[in-house]
């Protein structure tokens, strides 16, 4: 089991930067895959960014196209916590995040946070 706590979330205007925190507990040595996601009212759920580790310790990054060159997915080598920093953001970042992470043998993300709100305000 794996258990995920997100914070970092809230009410920043449009142009402004919020940086959100996900804090792993458990089985974080299961983890092979952090990432966030986004779901805005009446869409569905996207992604958003992950970070994928590597035997060598290091980590590959993937974005949604409509967030790169503003956000960034970052992680502490410990597999314990993962970051996105967001900037210059939009009022179509509106959303709540989760974070998300892939743990065992599996290539899907099973297990969740509970989500944090994120406002743009225009």
């Known amino acids: 089991q794996v258990q995920l706590v997100e914070s970092g979330g809230g009410l920043v205007q449009a142009g402004g930067s919020l940086r959100l925190s996900c804090a792993a507990s458990g089985r974080t040595f299961s983890i092979n895959v952090m990432g966030w996601f986004r779901q805005a009212p009446g869409k569905e759920r996207e992604f958003v960014a992950s970070?994928?580790?590597?035997?060598?310790?290091?980590?590959?990054?993937y974005y949604a196209d409509s967030v790169k060159g503003r956000f960034t997915i970052s992680r502490d080598n410990t597999k314990t916590t993962v970051y996105l920093q967001m900037n210059s953001l939009k009022p179509e970042d509106t959303a709540v995040y989760y974070c998300?992470?892939?743990?065992?043998?599996?290539?899907?993300?099973?297990?969740w946070g509970q989500g944090t709100q994120v406002t743009v305000s225009s």
């Open positions: 998300a992470v892939q743990a065992g043998l599996t290539a899907s993300y099973n297990y």
């Open positions: 970070t994928v580790f590597t035997r060598s310790g290091g980590g590959t990054s």
